[in-house]
């Protein structure tokens, strides 16, 4: 056990000054939460979320569908396709974070959190009750040991946080201290996010090869009941559950059940939604939304169409280029595939033009980056690197706009242009390469993406009009997902969600030593001296308007590297349910975000 020392932490006066002239506490006391800029919104004496039913009764279920399998109940490793909701649903954290705000962390394991002006160390009480699902105490040991267990044998997503602690000791009964070695504000609320694992359960195992041999042990309301793999996963409400009355988890984890049925594909899914085996459904497609969600079960009011608006970052959907294959490494290339995407026609093929598409990594928020020439702080952040910024980068950049023409004989035009400017030439029909060898790749594809395949049908017509050959490569969710890991793929589906206070995750998603590290998710092997200054310079400001400037300076480097064919954007959520399924109002800022729905709604019984 690390040994126990006393609280405290020297303060450097400049910093100091720069906290209290950023509106953040000038000395370091117990808070019931914790916010990347100013205060938490919601009092220490807050009784619930803005967002839930302290009231909601207990009961019911919600089946829910996935498109794909799995061969792992372990969220935390790099080894084994896994329920994805495992991570958020089966397991708790020291704080819980409030989906309401852009980034705020309000206790739920821990009963205090303290940290410095500088935010240089951060300490967590624990809540003496805290308890795993077979009734034994939340240890100091247990956190410490599941920080340093998932920061060198977990996932790659947790080794960059762990590289930046210092140290973690225990400094009373119930009390620990991260030390950090970096000066990076969001570190003090990662670390309140890392899920709290049993030590004991461990034991004698090997953490980095487990997969369906071990069921989790957490303190999270809802357990694992029952599986099969790759058919279902059963989650059951824990009548013993812990936290039933801290005032974060009020309102929440109402549903008796979260069950999640698995499927070849997405049309097999649908039908089992219609024939009422799942009894909620969220839909991509807003034509699909429109003309198919008329079925007997619709008409009758047995079932419900909710439409959920959210403030969030739209992210990046489409499909990524992998930029460490030959061709793709040259961004007038990319610019030609993007050139080739026929968007509008696609659009009005397959929506009936009524879903908007994606324009950068952050639209549809106030991160997204302003259209036209870089001004102000942002122009300062990137003239630093205007050597290397790709054109569009300081200028300014528009995905290209087709005619809506099943032909895009401009998009053709400046496509062939672009190509010839890159040394590529079509010789009887087939564009070469600069070394005189055909020009074509592979387009992988996960079982069931029905959305991607119906794109990629008309998108390969277009690219083989300019003689460019492509083989699509469908394969089931266990190799696509081991594919993606390695980078073995030239072009792929793609889909990035981003947060309102992006953060840390952004050297995962777009760093440099992310871009050799398989398991990263920088699918794009984006290697940009500019990415990595502007992702320190949001993870270091002191103000929400330096932030504002550096997410928007990323956001124009990462648009205007061409990396991504962008597709729909999706400034709503199209969620059809049972209609004992209930959920609160008004919707959190970040909608239907990850566990809201499972976590949030309850099940009410209606005439």
Not at 198 to 220: M, N, R, Y
Not at 357 to 372: D, K, P, V
Request: proline fraction near 6%; include cysteine; aromatic fraction near 12%.
């Amino acid at each position: 056990m690390a040994a126990i020392h006393f609280r405290y932490s020297p303060i450097r006066p400049a910093l100091t000054a720069l906290a209290l002239f950023s509106g953040i506490a000038a000395s370091a006391e117990p808070m019931h939460g914790i916010a990347m800029y100013g205060e938490p919104a919601l009092p220490a004496d807050f009784d619930h979320l803005p967002y839930v039913n302290p009231e909601a009764p207990k009961g019911g279920r919600i089946v829910t569908g996935e498109v794909g399998s799995f061969d792992s109940l372990n969220p935390h490793i790099l080894k084994g396709s896994v329920p994805w909701q495992l991570r958020f649903l089966a397991y708790e954290s020291l704080m819980g974070r409030s989906w309401d705000e852009p980034f705020t962390l309000y206790c739920l394991i821990c009963e205090t959190v303290e940290t410095s002006p500088e935010r240089d160390w951060v300490e967590y009480t624990l809540r003496p009750e805290a308890k795993f699902s077979d009734g034994t105490p939340v240890t100091v040991e247990d956190v410490i040991w599941s920080f340093n267990t998932l920061g060198t044998e977990g996932h790659p997503r947790y080794q960059g946080t762990y590289s930046r602690i210092e140290s973690i000791e225990q400094t009373g009964e119930h009390s620990l201290r991260f030390t950090f070695n970096v000066q990076d504000r969001e570190l003090a609320l990662i670390v309140g996010m890392r899920p709290i694992l049993k030590k004991a359960q461990w034991e004698g195992k090997d953490f980095a090869a487990s997969g369906l041999d071990v069921v989790p042990i957490t303190t999270a309301p809802y357990v694992v009941d029952s599986f099969e793999a790759g058919r279902y996963v059963s989650l059951k409400r824990n009548p013993d559950y812990w936290g039933k009355d801290v005032p974060f988890m009020k309102g929440q984890a109402n549903l008796d059940e979260v069950r999640m049925e698995f499927f070849g594909d997405g049309t097999a899914m649908f039908e089992a939604f219609k024939a009422g085996l799942l009894n909620s459904n969220r839909e991509l497609n807003s034509e699909k939304w429109e003309s198919q969600y008329n079925f007997p079960a619709v008409q009758s009011g047995e079932v419900v169409k909710s439409v959920i608006p959210h403030g969030r970052p739209s992210g990046m959907t489409g499909f990524v280029m992998n930029t460490r294959r030959p061709g793709f490494d040259d961004w007038r290339v990319r610019e030609a595939m993007i050139q080739l995407f026929n968007f509008e026609y696609i659009n009005e093929t397959l929506t009936g033009g009524r879903q908007p598409r994606i324009t950068s990594y952050f639209s549809n928020s106030e991160l997204a980056m302003q259209h036209g020439p870089a001004s102000g702080r942002v122009k300062e952040l990137l003239e630093p690197f205007a050597d290397s910024l790709l054109p569009g980068t300081l200028e300014g950049y528009e995905l290209p706009q087709g005619d809506g023409s099943a032909r895009n004989r401009s998009g053709l035009r400046k496509a062939m242009d672009l190509m010839q400017e890159a040394g590529y030439a079509v010789q009887d029909g087939t564009m070469m390469d600069p070394q005189g060898q055909p020009f074509q790749f592979d387009i992988l594809l996960p079982q069931g993406e029905t959305e991607a395949g119906s794109m990629i049908d008309i998108y390969v017509q277009a690219l083989e009009r300019l003689g460019i050959k492509v083989r699509v490569d469908t394969v089931d969710s266990a190799q696509f997902n081991a594919r993606s890991a390695s980078f073995d793929f030239d072009m792929t589906w793609f889909r990035r969600g981003i947060s309102l206070s992006p953060g840390n995750e952004q050297r995962l998603y777009w760093g440099s030593a992310a871009a050799d590290q398989q398991g990263s998710r920088n699918l794009m092997g984006i290697k940009s001296p500019a990415v990595d200054a502007l992702i320190e310079d949001l993870l270091t400001a002191t103000s929400r308007e330096e932030f504002l400037a550096a997410t928007h300076a990323l956001d124009r480097v990462l648009t205007a590297g061409r990396y991504v064919i962008p597709t729909y954007e999706w400034n709503q959520s199209w969620i059809a349910h049972a209609k004992q399924l209930t959920f609160a109002e008004p919707t959190p800022v970040y909608g239907d975000w990850i566990d809201w729905q499972p976590n949030a709604w309850w099940w009410e019984e209606k005439n």
